[in-house]
Nanobody, 119 residues
């Protein structure tokens, strides 16, 4: 089991920046990758960015060049630096951890943190 706690959401004007952080606890040794997803009102949850144990990063096209994901394995944290925010970035952002135990994969989710970008 892995527990995830997010922090750092809030209200920001378009063009501004926010930094989201997520700390994992529990069976962190089993984490294969961590990332961030978001869900806007009336829309499906979508991947924003992810980073695996090898440091490989993956970004949604809509955030590439504006958002940066990083990970500190010693502290079991993942951070999303969001710059040049746009109103369409408004959503609840969820931290995600993907674990693999005995070849069986499991996704864990945080409770989410709201990011609101005003125009």
């Amino acid at each position: 089991q892995v527990a995830l706690v997010e922090s750092g959401g809030g209200l920001v004007q378009a063009g501004g920046s926010l930094r989201l952080s997520c700390e994992a606890s529990g069976s962190t040794f089993s984490i294969n990758a961590m990332g961030w997803h978001r869900q806007a009102p009336g829309k499906q949850r979508e991947l924003v960015a992810s980073i695996n144990n090898s440091g490989f990063k993956n970004y949604a096209g809509s955030v590439e060049g504006r958002f940066t994901i990083s990970r500190d394995n010693t502290k079991n944290t993942v951070t999303l630096q969001m710059n040049s925010l746009k109103p369409e970035d408004t959503a609840v952002y969820y931290c995600n951890a993907y674990t693999v135990v005995d070849y069986y994969g499991t996704n864990y989710w945080g409770k989410g943190t709201l990011v609101t970008v005003s125009s």
